[in-house]
């Protein structure tokens, strides 16, 4: 993003650098000018600090779709549904094996029903052997017709398929995730910029107030009041130091990067000149089905409906062909013979006890609950685009009037500190103005951060990450 002036009237000088140069408390570096013309949004490289670098919200987004944990574990799951493809396809391929066999074995005739008698000779004695035997042969089967098989594997395909946007949605997921992380650091150190101008403020009026006492014009209560003002200030910058530091923890766990890394954000928080435009109802179906997580849960459905499917043709026949050919003998040697055998096998499987019948009812009810979970991710869709689109809108305005606030509460403070310094009045009101000042800064600051998170939610549910 390239920030522009987000003011029509003139800030004070402390507002500006957090809202224009930087959302705030970068070392000396940072406002380099040799430093800045060398920046590039989309890269990511280390400063001359130690442990540090310069991190755009473009580069945050693309890290954290490559190396977030969120990303990463979004392709193992990927990759995961296109084995499960492999295997279902399995069966319906040729299977192909070898095996060899050297055995001692001994038979009883009389259990097989065999007896042989030689008239005028003695009877053959009923065991046989033991004698060896060796054997050594390839087989193999092969699948002709299995409806159920086939419709298996077809629901792999679409399961694979919803691996895959769900690798997609993942990778969305991590980025959003980073975004606003990054947006938050953002606004992290913009609040603290702004503590610690208030501080100063606090402070001059403590100096201020000293100097009228000794001019006689300021009494023991405006010290302890001013004095008071400075320690709260000073308590306000402590708070916003921690929330820095948080918030910058965060970002860098959702990048995947050691959290002792310090980023140099060249992105700030601003109001852009006019919002992304909202798609017309002719062009929204296109759109929400290219949505990852509509297109999951469209993908899952699918799957559900061809599983049932598949379980449904599981009572049709199957055929098939087996066959092996090989070496057999009392050795394997010269006097040993080349046999083998081959069949046609058909398996029909009429009754199983209702087994089949129980699991395609419980397909069905899946298949429906995932056609339900479908319709749900497309309203969801809708309303996460309309909600962010009314969010841009009420945050703009925000900002707008937040802006004047601003602008208002500084004519007070001066008004005040006149009066102050011209024995018109205490610093109690003083104060009064300054407690203003510091909540018109938050309050802006607040709209400027809801505003750059809407747009982040209204692009992503328009599926245009690229005008990010």
């Known amino acids: 993003m390239k920030p522009f002036s987000i003011v029509t009237r003139k800030l004070p000088n402390f507002l500006l650098p957090a809202i224009l140069l930087g959302t705030a ?26 442990d540090t670098l310069r991190l755009s919200l473009r580069a945050a987004i693309v890290k954290a779709s490559e190396n977030g944990y969120a990303a990463q574990s979004g392709r193992s799951e990927s990759a995961e549904a296109q084995a499960r493809v492999d ?28 007896s042989f008698t030689i ?10 052997g033991p004698f060896q035997v060796q054997d050594a042969r390839v087989g193999g089967r092969f699948t002709l017709f299995d409806a159920a098989a086939w419709t298996h594997w077809k629901s792999s395909q679409a399961d694979a398929e919803r691996g895959a946007w769900s690798e ?46 000794a001019a ?27 929330q ?25 928080l601003y109001l852009p000149e006019s919002d992304p435009t909202s798609l017309p109802d002719s062009a929204w179906n296109g759109v929400v089905a290219q949505i990852p997580e509509v297109a999951v849960a469209d993908r899952k459905a699918e799957a559900a409906r061809r599983e049932a499917d598949a379980l449904d043709k599981e009572w049709l026949p199957t055929l098939g062909m087996e066959g092996d050919y090989g070496l057999s003998g009392r050795k ?29 009812a419980a397909a069905r009810e899946k298949a429906r609950q995932a056609d339900i979970k479908l319709r749900e991710a497309r309203s969801r869709a809708e309303e996460s685009m309309r909600y962010a689109r009314a969010a841009l809108i009420s945050f703009r305005q925000q900002a707008t009037n937040g802006m004047e606030r601003v602008r208002l509460a500084e004519e007070e403070v001066r008004l005040a500190e006149e009066r102050f310094r011209s024995g018109g009045s205490g610093n109690l009101e003083v104060i009064s103005a300054q407690g203003t000042v510091s909540l018109a800064h938050e309050a802006l600051l607040e709209s400027l951060h809801g505003y750059a998170r809407a747009r982040l939610e209204f692009l992503r549910a328009t599926h245009r990450y690229s005008e990010i």
């Open 216 to 242: 006689g014009a300021a009494t023991r209560l405006e010290i302890i009041r001013a004095e008071g003002q400075s320690s709260s200030a000073r308590s306000g910058v402590a708070a916003a130091s921690g």
């Open 168 to 213: 997609k949605a993942a990778s969305e997921d991590a980025a959003i995730s980073a975004a606003a992380a990054y947006l938050a650091l953002a606004r992290a150190r913009a609040l603290l910029e702004f503590k610690r101008a208030e501080l100063e403020l606090a402070n001059k009026l403590e100096a201020l107030t000293r100097a009228q006492q």
């Open 244 to 268: 820095e530091e948080q918030a910058r923890y965060i970002l860098m766990q959702s990048l995947g990067l050691a959290i002792t890394a310090y980023p140099l954000l060249s992105d700030s």
């Open 332 to 360: 394997l040697n010269g006097n040993a013979e080349l046999t083998g055998d081959i069949s046609l096998q058909a398996s029909w499987s009429l009754w199983d006890g209702g087994g089949r019948q129980g699991r395609a």
């Open 87 to 114: 295997q279902a396809r399995a069966a319906l391929l040729p299977h192909v094996g070898a095996t060899a066999t050297d055995a001692v074995r001994s038979f009883n005739l009389a259990t097989m029903g065999l």
């Open 25 to 50: 408390a970068y070392p000396a570096s940072e406002k380099n000018p040799a430093l800045a013309s060398e920046r590039n949004p989309g890269d990511i490289r280390s400063d001359t600090r130690i």
């Open 119 to 128: 008239p005028g000779a003695k009877p053959l004695p009923n065991l046989v």
